[in-house]
C-alpha cells in the first residue's frame, strides 16, 4: 500500500514531538489509516546543529523549495512559527495541492481566512487543532461535537504562561515579578513574556475560537486585550475574600446575531469550572443553547500535547486522502460579522478605589453609579492607616461598558479619590 | 437539493429534544450538510398520548416496519431504550442500508460489538455518541482528537445521579437514604434506582469507553462494579479530614497490553480535576501517553444535551451521505482482549475498622500489612466512647488486589476486629 509522505517545516521540540510520535506509535497509525506515514524531509535552518532527537541527516534541508516542490510529498505539517515566510510557504504548498497542518496560531488569527480560503479552492485539507489550546481537542469538540448546536458563550483560560503566574500570585501570596522571574528561570515564560503576560497569545487563540464557535469571520483586532502585568497580590487576596479567584480570561459572547470577543483578567466565583484550572493547564468553557455548559481542560502546550493535536490532524487528512474527500470539511462563515457596541456588552465588575478619608465621600462615589443605574453586590470600605486614605472595594451588579467606562471617568475627575487601583471584570457561575 | 429523511424511534423527552433542535437549526444544519432535514415518521407505542411537544399526527405511528420499510428514510435515530426490540429493529433497518444514531447505552455495551459489524458489512454508520455522558463529545474526543495517542488511564463521572447524591452527602452531611429521597422527589432519582446507585449504568458507559479508547473489545461483564448505596456521612467525613473527595468512579487502566475496568465509590484527592465535579454533572478524565491529562466535562444526560449529541451524530452521518463514504469510519478493536490478573492490579485502599480496644490490636493489625508488603500512608486511631471499641482509619500505600483481598480476609478473621466499617479505592492527583 502507498505510503504517505510528509514534509515537516521546522524540527523546535514540537517537530521533535511529532517525529516521535510517528515513529511510536507507526503500529496504531497503520491501524487507523492503513497505509505507512513517513517523514520524507524536514525544513531546517541549520543542518549541522546538534539535536535533541536522532534524525537521519539526510532528511534535513535548509531549502523549503526542496520540500514545497517534491511532488511525492502529500502533506505539509507546519511547526516551524511565524507569520511571513511561512504564510508564504504554506500558501505555495496548497496551490500544489498538498494538504496541511499547523499548530501556527499567530498564523491562523491573523491569515486564517485567507489561507482556509487558497485549501478550499485547491481542494485541499488545511486543519489547525494544535494552533489552539496544545493537547485540547477544542476545535473538533466546537465543528463536530456540538455541530447542532447554538453555542452563545465560550471562556478560555488559553494561555499556559499567565495561568501559571497567576496560580502562584494566589496560592503563594507572592508578587507579580517575583512569579515572573521564576516562571522564567523555569522556562514557563519567556525572556521577553510580552505576547503571554500582555494577552496577545490569547487574543490569538480567541480569535480562532469565536470564528468557529460563532460561524463568523473574527479578526484579531476584533479583541479588546488587557493582560495581567498590573495585577497585584492585594487584588488577589480581597478577591479571596469575595469568594474569587482570578484568571486571564478569554471571553467570547453572542446576543442574537452581534458578538463581543476579549481577553481580560477576570475574577471568577471559586465554584466556576474554570476557577480550579491550575498551574499552566489550559481549559474552554463552552455555553451552547442545548447542551448547557461543557468544559474541555488539558495541557495548552508542551511538545508532545502539541504534537499529538498535529498527528491527530494528520490522521484526519490521511483518512480524507484515502477517501478521496479531502477540502471539503472547512467550514466557511455562515454569518457575516457583528460586533456588540459598547453599551450592548455587559458586566460586573470589581473595584478598588483609595479615597480621601472624609464624611460624604462614600455618598458622592455610589451617587455617581446611581445615576448610571448601576447598583452593588458586594462593598467593603476599610481604613488605611496612613494620609488619611479608606479603601473602597465594590463589586457591581450588571452594567453596559458604555456606563462603566462613563462611571470610570467621573471617579477618576472627583477631588476625592486618590487613586483607581484596580478594575477587573467579574464572572460568577 | 434531495431531503434526508430521518425515521424517529421514540418519542420521549430526547426525542422531543432531537425535533426540537433539528427545528430550530434548520439553517445552521442546512449550512453544514447542504441539505434540508426532515423527520419523516416517529415510532411511539400510543398515537394519542398528550405529549409535550407540539408533533404533526400523520407523523406518528405504533408500527416500526412502517419506519423500517420505508426505503426513502435513510437515517434512523433511536431514542426508545430497551434492549431487545430495539435491537433487532436496528439489525433490520442497517440490513436495509439505513443509517443509524442511537442513544442507547445498553445496547451498545450489551451488543456494540454486534452491532457494529453489521453496520460495518452493509456500509452503514453507527453513531452512539449520545451513549455515554450524554453532552460530552467525550467519544469523538478519544477516537479524533486523541487518534495518535496511546491512552493508557480513563477515569470518568459517568452518572449523574450517583454524584448528585454523593455531592449532596458531602456538601450537606447528609445520609444516602435522605438524599436519594430527595433526588427521586426531584426527579434525579429513578423510583427504582438500582441501575444507577449501584453502578451498573456507569459499568456500561465504562465499557463502551473502554473499548474506544483501548482499542479493545471490552464486554459489560469485564467490568468489575460497585455502587454507592452503602456509603455512609461518616466515610465522607473522614475522607473530608483526609483530603479527600468520594466519587463514583469508573476506572480503566492499561499497563503494557493488558486492561483493567471497574466502577467503584473513591477517594480522590481534592485538587484532582475530577473532584471539584459536581451534582448532576460528568466528566471524563482521560491520560494519554503523549497528551498527559486531558478532561472533557459536561452534562451527562438531560434532554436537550443528550439530543444535541444525537443531531451531531447525525450531522456527521449526513456530511458522510454527500461525501459517499459512510461505514467507513468504524474503528475495528485493534487489539484482543487481556484482563489484567487481581495480583496485576493495583491500588491505595482506605479502610475503616473498629476493633477491641485492648493492647497489641493495633500491631496486630498493622502485622498483616507488613508481611503482604503494603504500607501506610496515613493512620488515624479513635477510641469510640462505647463497648470498648476503637476505630481505626488505613490509607495504604499501593497494593495489589490480590494482597488487599487476602489482606481483608485475615482481618475479618481476627478476634479482635469488630467490623470492616468500610473499605474504597483512593486515587490521588
Not at 502507498?2 to 496504531?28: E, F, P, R, Y
Not at 466565583?269 to 476557577?275: E, F, G, I, K
Request: proline share 2%; charged share 25%; hydrophobic share 40%.
Amino acid at each position: 500500500m502507498k505510503a504517505i509522505s510528509i514534509g515537516l517545516l521546522g524540527l523546535g521540540t514540537v517537530g521533535a514531538g511529532v517525529i516521535q510520535i510517528i515513529k511510536n506509535h507507526q503500529d496504531k497509525l497503520m491501524h487507523q489509516v492503513g497505509c505507512p506515514v513517513i517523514i520524507k524531509k524536514i525544513l531546517v535552518q541549520d543542518i549541522n546543529k546538534t539535536r535533541s532527537i536522532e534524525v537521519e541527516k539526510e532528511l534535513l534541508t535548509s531549502n523549503a523549495d526542496e520540500i514545497l516542490n517534491d511532488k511525492e510529498i502529500d502533506v505539509i505539517i507546519e511547526v516551524m512559527g511565524g507569520v511571513g515566510a511561512t504564510k508564504d510557504y504554506l500558501i505555495n504548498a496548497l496551490r500544489q495541492g498538498k494538504h496541511v497542518v499547523t499548530a501556527n496560531k499567530d498564523l491562523m488569527a491573523l491569515h486564517g481566512s485567507e489561507l482556509l480560503t487558497v485549501a478550499s479552492e485547491h481542494g485541499c485539507d488545511l486543519f489547525y487543532e494544535a494552533s489552539v489550546a496544545g493537547g485540547i481537542p477544542i476545535l473538533r469538540g466546537l465543528v463536530d461535537g456540538l455541530a447542532s448546536d447554538r453555542i452563545t458563550q465560550m471562556m478560555g483560560i488559553v494561555n499556559g504562561t499567565t495561568n501559571y503566574i497567576l496560580t502562584k500570585m494566589s496560592n503563594e501570596g507572592r508578587s507579580y515579578d517575583e512569579v515572573l522571574k521564576e516562571a522564567q528561570a523555569l522556562g514557563f515564560a519567556e525572556a521577553d513574556p510580552t505576547s503571554d503576560v500582555e494577552g496577545l497569545d490569547a487574543a490569538r487563540k480567541m480569535a480562532i475560537l469565536a470564528t468557529l464557535g460563532f460561524s463568523m469571520h473574527i479578526d484579531l483586532e476584533d479583541v479588546e486585550v488587557s493582560g495581567i502585568s498590573n495585577v497585584t497580590e492585594e487584588d488577589l487576596r480581597y478577591g479571596e475574600q469575595l469568594g474569587y479567584t482570578m484568571k486571564l480570561i478569554g471571553y467570547a459572547h453572542r446576543e442574537e446575531e452581534k458578538v463581543e470577543v476579549s481577553v481580560a483578567p477576570t475574577f471568577l466565583s471559586d465554584n466556576h469550572p474554570l476557577a480550579s484550572v491550575q498551574n499552566e493547564y489550559n481549559a474552554v468553557y463552552v455555553y451552547g443553547e442545548a447542551v448547557g455548559e461543557t468544559m474541555f481542560y488539558g495541557p495548552g502546550a508542551g511538545s508532545l500535547p502539541t504534537a499529538t493535536a498535529v498527528v491527530s490532524d494528520l490522521v484526519a487528512v490521511i483518512k480524507n486522502l484515502r477517501l478521496g474527500v479531502n477540502g471539503r470539511s472547512a467550514v466557511t462563515p455562515q454569518y457575516s460579522k457583528q460586533l456588540k457596541d459598547d453599551g450592548e456588552k455587559f458586566s460586573k465588575y470589581f473595584l478598588r478605589i483609595h479615597v480621601q478619608d472624609e464624611v460624604g465621600v462614600f455618598a458622592e462615589i455610589t451617587s455617581i453609579f446611581a445615576k448610571h443605574g448601576v447598583s452593588f453586590e458586594k462593598i467593603l470600605q476599610l481604613p488605611i492607616k496612613k494620609n488619611e486614605t479608606s479603601e473602597i472595594v465594590l463589586v457591581t451588579h450588571r452594567s453596559s461598558l458604555t456606563d462603566y467606562d462613563q462611571i470610570l471617568q467621573k471617579l477618576t475627575d472627583l477631588d476625592a479619590v486618590k487613586e483607581i487601583k484596580s478594575a477587573y471584570r467579574v464572572v460568577r457561575n
